[in-house]
């Protein structure tokens, strides 16, 4: 699938000072680690939207925090290899179509467009590799008979389920208890009463073909691949096993995520999938979770209509941790717009207070599990100061560098 367009990330001036590798929370040992990319590369996977619905809010947060680790690396001199995947073909998508008699190609095809537009304006770097399920149906399936003919799978009528007890690592990754685990999979997907599986926490790899569904024809039958194992695959045949971090959502910890890694470690023989597991919370309107199936929605698309500056949506996305779960109310995008228009006053000042330190620290405060936070209270205390004593307007050294650093850090253009 073609991407979206990049856009320029300004390289900043080193420092005497430790430059600290980037952390991040890992869901999997549950604590803030090192990243520790090999051979010069950072290779991360993030989960990509199900196009049937306008990206809101809430997905738009998650790829921006996603953002920000591809940025930290990349400041720290890195290359970054990043993949993601559109689940172009599964049942809430096709669901919508038969409700709306929308043909459910179209219906993906413009609300990836849509999406594509989104990350644009928000100035998020593309992925290298952006892959539809469709488009990867032959080697999903390609890997879904590796499994078959390695006895990690079984039949229920057409379907295949791959059986948990296979994967000694299964739970190693949400470390929830099987309790939770229940059910979880009975809320995002899975099919925990289905009759004839193994365990109720068995997954379907393949779905045989259901009239009115499409399909596609394999040595495995017609069908279509189940949700997990397009991610895993995807992510295995780009990045190999042991890649630097699988993202995505805090809703995708279990089962999504759990699955995915249970499959590519089946597959391969080895552990684990990924280094790290990082999950962004989730961005609620009214106390609940921001969803297309509630439809509580702010749309990214509504308020570039609106002609919202995208920056300005994109620092109130910030705003706040990327792992708290938070809420979007009415003030966040007034508060960031002045926060902007401050930044950006500051930074055209003729004279301006040094910045060097203020890059050391915002530096080490993104690197520290992306405390945007604190890195944004930095830059305010450092436009503060510049605006305590304004003078003329007109270019300052220390001014280009916080324009380069909020840019090239926080993604955010003044
Ligand atoms: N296609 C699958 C992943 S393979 C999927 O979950 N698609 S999605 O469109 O439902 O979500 C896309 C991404 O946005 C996921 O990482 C999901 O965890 C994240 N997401 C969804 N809703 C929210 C929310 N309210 N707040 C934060 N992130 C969210
Ligand atoms: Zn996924």
Redo the contacts with the bound molecule.
Sequence with gaps: MDSWPSVPVPRLPGYTGRRPPLSLHDTATGSVRHTDPQDGTARMYV????PYDAT?L??A??YLAFDLVQRQWRDAGLRVHYVQ?I?DVDDPLLERAAHTGENWKALAERETQLFREDMTALRVLPPDDYIGAVEAVPEITAAIEALRDAGQAYAVDEDLYFPVSAAPGFGSESNYDRATMLRLFAERGGDPQRVGKRDPLDSLLWRGRRPGEPFWDSPLGTGRPG?HI??SVIALNRLGMQFDVQG?????VFP?HEHSAAHAEALTGTAPFAKHYVH?????LDGE????SRGNLVLVSKLRAAHVDPMAVRLALLDGHYRADREWTGGRLPAAEARLARWRAATALAAAPPAEGLLTDVREALADDLDTTRAIAGIDTWADDALSSPGSVGASGAGTLVRSLTDALLGVLL
């Design positions: 989960c990509g939207i199900t809101h809430g997905h947060a998650t995947n689940t949700w397009e991610c995505g959502g805090s809703d995708l999504h962004a919370g989730m961005i609620g979770k921001m969803s297309k």
